[in-house]
């Protein structure tokens, strides 16, 4: 006789086939697949978009910067080269106020010691033979012995070209200019100003920058110095400077003169300028 399994054996015989072999699980006891829903997937491309724009603008921010301190820039610039041309100017402005002094100046002085000339022309016009020539004669070399001190007496052009006249007479000096001031040289404006290792020297108005040790020659130029509306002195010349130092507040310069005709020596003591002194070397 067989004998059957009883109920209990049976439940736990089912129990390990089903543990054994385990069946799909239902739909609903599914977990969700991983992704990225629609609204995420917008919300996604609204923020690229946005950076995107967001970089479009710093850049474009960026670009007006820039543009902005160019514009800055060229204001600043322009600023500047205002003020100095206002300074220049100014300089300039005054450099001519005093020029035209000293042309005023220069003519009521000339004009004074012409009267005299001829006041004592007149007086010595009785006399016969070459007396009355020899006391004028007396008289004007006097009047350029005082002119040795007294420039303004000199009158000329020194901003002629050249007239090409071969510079066949050399003169070598050592000159010492007072620093930052401006003289004359009878006709000739000249000024030097020092600064560090370098000065800055102006021969009829033409600038240059000179280091220490360094020379530098100016083109040749035509002057024609006169004295009472006659001529003393007319020439080609060139000047070729090099700068020595500053020797308490003056300038030093070694100077090569050439010209085209000799310079007589009491021209030379008649046209240095108060305050300067030239060695002949």
Known sequence: MVKLPDKKSLEGFTKKVGEAVKLPDKPEDKEPKPGLSQADEEKIRKDERERIEREKREKENAEK??????????????????????????????WAREEERKRLEDERNRAQIEKEVRAQQ?????????????????IIILILIAAGGYVSLITGNSVLDAYGYPLSYTGTYDVLIPDSQKI??????????????AVTLSINNDRRTISLG????FPAKHVIITMFGMPIYNADYEVTATYIGVVTNRDDFKVVLKTSQSI?????????????DIITT
């Open 264 to 276: 007589p020596g009491w021209l030379i003591t008649v046209m240095k300028p108060s305050g300067v």
């Open 214 to 217: 360094e020379s530098t020659t």
């Open 122 to 138: 007149k007086a010595e016009a009785p006399k016969k033979g070459h007396g009355g020539k020899i006391a004028l004669g007396i």
């Open 184 to 197: 004359d040289f009878g006709p000739i404006p000249v000024q030097a100003i020092s600064s560090g290792n």
């Open 65 to 94: 910067a820039r543009e902005y301190e160019k514009i800055e820039a060229e204001k600043q610039a322009e600023k500047e080269r205002l003020a100095e041309e206002a300074r220049k100017k100014k300089e300039k402005d005054e």
